[in-house]
């Protein structure tokens, strides 16, 4: 993603985060999610106010390509 969004990761309009342990358990709950996987967020003074779980991701799994192409497409959407 750092090559197809530079200008949204160098304005903090996108960041990238790994939740691990209790912050992933406490954001799958947040976000309605029953396994790992991918959210889009945007934030408001430090809270969500919208998002977009990417479901879709797990069928493109065997590609990366498939799954870059997803998920950038998805964050395009979802800047605009």
Do not use: C, N, Q
Request: net charge positive.
């Amino acid at each position: 993603m750092e090559t197809r969004f530079p200008g949204e990761l160098a304005a903090g309009r996108l960041e990238f985060k790994a939740l691990k342990g209790r912050a992933a358990a406490a954001g799958m709950a947040r976000f309605g999610m029953e396994a790992k996987g991918f959210v889009l967020v945007e934030l408001h003074d430090g809270l969500p106010s919208r998002y977009e779980v990417l479901h879709g991701i797990w069928e493109r799994l065997e590609s990366d390509r498939a799954v870059m192409e997803y998920v950038g497409s998805k964050i395009a959407g979802f800047l605009r």
